[in-house]
């Protein structure tokens, strides 16, 4: 048995595994990383990803940047490795393929992670700026977003500097390489967003959920995977489409039929019928304090208009599936689904505590996606698609903000969506005169 306590993040160490270089390694994954194990571990849910893998995977997944930082080992996402599980259940003729792909792509994607990094806050206060205006709210505590002070990591040394010291090519080579390591890793270096819980749903907390998974990923070390700690509940677990296909053996026609569902807003369990009962696990195992009682899935309306500010901060988890007790006057007793199965990933015992290791664990957890939870992962998808194309309309009123509702239902992606459900005419420039014209908002959002 392992030590491994609920408020730990990191991976739990076998005591006699002290000293040996396993540090920081999963010890079930330890025949399966000697090759490369003085490499930076990746996160717990990535090496739980490892774990199920076949066990040769890692070691051609290491192959792939043998020599050449930044490395696939130190950098790929848990989506990354989940979608090698859907690569080989699907088209196990395409994994070598797929992972060379990988390898190819990340000096980009580290590339663009570090921007991001850097200007996360600004996107979305530049965007949030426009929205709000839309709307007619105040944004004025926008206005100094651009002049936050990051870290921001530039070269270590200047160029002149480097110049004066007369290095030899070998010299210089070897700290061009370095220094481009140093630069690939700069963005693991998050500026953690833990802000006071009790100021979630202020009025000037960030609330456009505009943060990639690659970053979402990163920031919820920073809270030992409680997603629902960060500083809004509009994140959603870094987990891909392909991911959940993969850990739920979910296929392509059912993708499409979530799609349609996002398309048409179809809510399969709206909170004013009876909820799912998947045997989901008490929110008190999620965290300490909360309800001990059994929670049921819903998921949230899809509302008219956000008729205030509050609503407006709200509406990007319309269609979003969530747990919830019935007991009556409970408080503290909501979670997203997602978030519970971020957690749950980094936390196998809370779901099978009696299973010799976490490799059965995983694939006990897998087990449950695909039988008792799958409806609830296919709502999830679902609500990744109408999560998607409302980032894409937000994209396409940043971009222009004059544009009209006509002029986006005008492209590709929302062609076939029925925009009658999500009262896009209300999106157009003219907002303050709809608001004052319209009723009360049909949704109500209950967390
Ligand atoms: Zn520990
Ligand atoms: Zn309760």
Redesign the pocket.
């Known amino acids: 048995m392992h ?3 609920t408020d ?1 993040h ?1 991976i ?2 076998r005591v006699q595994d002290e000293g040996s270089i396993l540090l920081g390694w999963h010890p079930e994954l330890a025949a399966a990383i000697r090759p490369f194990a003085a490499l930076r571990p990746p996160t717990v849910h990535c090496q739980i990803a490892m774990l199920a893998i076949p066990a040769d995977m890692p070691l051609q997944v290491y192959e792939a940047t043998i020599g050449q930082p930044p490395f696939l080992i130190e950098n790929l996402s848990f989506s990354d490795w989940a979608s090698l599980v859907h690569v080989l259940q699907s088209r196990p003729e395409q994994l070598e393929a797929k992972i060379h792909d990988l390898a190819s792509n990340i000096v980009e994607s580290c590339r663009k992670a570090a921007i991001e990094n850097r200007e996360l806050n600004l996107i979305i206060a530049k965007a949030e700026k426009i929205i709000l205006e839309l709307h007619g709210y105040d944004s004025s505590h926008l206005d100094t977003a651009g002049h936050v002070s990051f870290s921001e990591r530039a070269e270590t040394f200047s160029e002149a500097y480097i110049d004066r010291k007369s290095l030899s090519q070998v010299e210089l080579e070897y700290f061009r390489k370095k220094e481009a390591e140093r630069l690939s890793n700069a963005h693991t270096e998050l500026t953690p967003l833990m802000r006071d819980a009790g100021h979630k749903f202020s009025r000037n907390r960030p609330f456009l959920p505009l943060a990639s998974s690659t970053w979402t990923e990163k920031a919820v070390q920073h809270v030992h995977n409680r997603l629902w700690k960060l500083d809004t509940f509009n994140y959603t677990a870094p987990i891909s489409v392909e991911a959940y296909m993969a850990l739920a053996a979910i296929t392509d026609a059912e993708v499409d039929n979530c799609r349609s569902a996002a398309r048409n807003g179809t809510i399969y369990f709206p909170a004013t019928r009876g909820g799912f009962d998947g045997e989901f696990p008490p929110i008190a195992k999620l965290e300490k304090g909360k309800c001990p009682n059994k929670p049921l899935l819903h998921q949230k309306g899809i509302p008219k208009f956000p008729a205030d500010l509050s609503e407006l901060k709200k509406l990007w988890n319309a269609g979003r599936p969530y747990l919830k007790c019935v007991c009556l006057g409970c408080e503290q007793n909501f979670t997203w689904f997602d978030h519970m199965i971020w957690y749950v990933i980094g936390n196998l015992e809370k779901i099978d505590p009696l299973a010799p290791s976490d490799k059965i664990k995983m694939l006990e957890f897998q087990a449950l996606l695909r039988t008792t939870w799958r409806k609830a992962i296919l709502e999830q998808i679902s609500f990744v698609f109408m999560r998607e194309y409302m980032i894409k309309i937000v994209n396409l009123l940043t971009e222009n903000r004059r544009i009209s509702a006509a002029e986006i239902l005008d492209y590709e992606d929302f062609r076939y969506i029925d925009f009658s459900q999500w009262k896009t005419e209300d999106w157009d420039g003219d907002q303050k005169k709809n608001r004052t014209n319209r009723s009360s908002p049909a949704t109500t959002q209950t967390d």
């Open positions: 030590h491994h306590t730990h990191h739990p160490i």
